[in-house]
C-alpha cells in the first residue's frame, strides 16, 4: 500500500483517524495502542515477512533506549553516550543493508552474470521491483532479463 493509493486515501487512512480519535476520547494507551498496531498493519502490507525484522529493531532500540536510560540515572554519561552510538550504528548499518544492498548487487549483475562472480544467484535481486512501462510491479531480475532482450 503506498500513500497515493486508494486503498491507502479511502480506506486506510480515514479508518485509521476515526478509531485513533474514538480510543483517545477514552484512553491515550489504548489510541495508542491502536495507532502502533495501524503503523504495523501498513508497513508489513507490502511485504508480510518484513514484520519480524521491524519487530526486532523495534525490540533491539527499545532495550537500548532502557539502557541509555538506566545509564543516565546513574550517572554513567559515558555509557549512554557509547550505547547510543552503538544503537545508531546498528539501525544505520540494518537501513544501509537493506536499500542499499540490492542497487550494489544489481551494479554487478548489469555488469555481467552472476555466475561470473562470487555470489550464488539467490543473492541477486530477489525481492526488489520496479513499475514496467504498463505500471505493474515486477521483479527486477524480470526487468532486467527484459532489457538484455531489447539491447
Known sequence: MLFNSYPFIFAFLPITFIVFFSLAR???ALAAG????????FYAWWHPSDLGLLLASIAFNYML????ARAAADGRRRRAQWILAIAVA???LVLGYFKYANFFLGSILILGEPSDYWLPQ????????????????IRTARLLAQLRGRL
Open 26 to 28: 477514552r484512553s491515550h
Open 34 to 41: 491502536w495507532l502502533t498496531a495501524a503503523s504495523l498493519f
Open 65 to 68: 533506549g532502557r539502557g541509555i
Open 90 to 92: 546498528v539501525d544505520l
Open 122 to 137: 539467490r543473492y541477486f535481486l530477489d525481492t526488489v521491483y520496479h513499475l514496467n512501462a504498463d505500471g505493474r510491479a
